[in-house]
């Protein structure tokens, strides 16, 4: 007999794979599940998992994997996904998750990777946890809230944004990752510009708020998010392109 799996499956409303619950449950999972990623977030201040697997081919996969690994960053993160080209995985691996299998996959193999990922992380060579940033998303994520008590009211894209600046190797990325975000809206153009314009009101916002958004511009790259400094946001052309940033172009 296997422990049980204490896991969340974050589905969509309209769902490809609807028995998944049911037969993760009667593979001995313990399961909870949600079609948002606000939800999500109480569910996890209620118990945290120790897998969640996203099946939601209704919005964009990245996003939702970043939110997903940025609200339960302990986790192990199972992507189910209907494409089986190698894009599509690459992308849910670099926005963080863990393992990725097609939707036709037979579930007593995808309940025994959710086993081994748990092992890897319970056992002795398992990854230290990861500092946890001085600024951070709260309120379903509509409040960026900093080490100083600063908050920062955020509108939909501008929450999305963050997210997935936040959940980035050392809070930094380039514009064409953070277009994903969609930033101009669903229907909207999603272009550098468009993020460009969002980031200047969004500083605009804070400045009126009080709040020094240490949010770098770096010219013709993308942003940094400096959460280990004071340092006040600088315009695009007064900041070098990072030596380091150069695994993100």
């Known amino acids: 007999m296997h422990a049980a799996i204490e896991s969340i499956i974050i589905q969509g409303q309209h769902p490809r794979l609807p028995n998944l619950v049911a037969g993760l449950a009667a593979q001995g999972w313990s399961v909870r599940s949600c079609t948002t990623t606000a939800a999500l977030t109480g569910m996890v201040e209620v118990c945290a998992p120790q897998v969640v697997v996203i099946e939601n081919e209704e919005y964009d996969l990245r996003t939702l994997v970043s939110v997903a690994r940025y609200t339960s960053p302990n986790a192990a993160l199972i992507a189910l996904i209907s494409d089986p080209g190698v894009d599509a995985r690459v992308a849910a691996l670099d926005a963080g998750a863990d393992a990725c299998c097609l939707l036709s996959t037979d579930l007593r193999e995808v309940c025994a990777l959710g086993r081994a990922l748990v092992?890897?992380?319970?056992?002795?060579?398992?990854?230290?946890?990861?500092?946890?940033?001085?600024?951070?998303?709260?309120?379903?994520?509509?409040?960026?809230?900093?080490p100083s008590g600063q908050r920062l009211p955020l509108t939909f894209?501008?929450?999305?944004?963050?997210?997935?600046?936040?959940?980035?190797?050392?809070?930094r990325l380039p514009r064409e990752r953070l277009i994903a975000t969609a930033v101009?809206?669903?229907?909207?153009?999603?272009?550098?510009?468009?993020?460009?314009?969002?980031v200047s009101r969004l500083r605009a916002k804070?400045?009126?708020?009080?709040?020094?958004?240490?949010?770098?511009a770096v010219r013709q790259w993308g942003y940094i998010f400096l959460t280990d400094t004071a340092t006040e946001a600088k315009p695009l052309e007064d900041v070098p392109v990072?030596?380091?940033?150069?695994?993100c172009s």
């Open 119 to 146: 092992r890897s992380r319970n056992g002795p060579s398992a990854r230290a946890p990861r500092e946890t940033s001085p600024w951070r998303l709260t309120h379903s994520g509509r409040v960026l809230a900093g």
């Open 157 to 171: 894209t501008e929450s999305a944004f963050f997210l997935r600046l936040l959940s980035s190797p050392g809070h």
């Open 242 to 247: 990072p030596a380091s940033a150069g695994y």
């Open 206 to 216: 804070a400045e009126r708020l009080g709040v020094g958004l240490p949010l770098l």
């Open 184 to 198: 101009a809206g669903p229907r909207g153009p999603h272009s550098a510009r468009s993020v460009d314009v969002m």
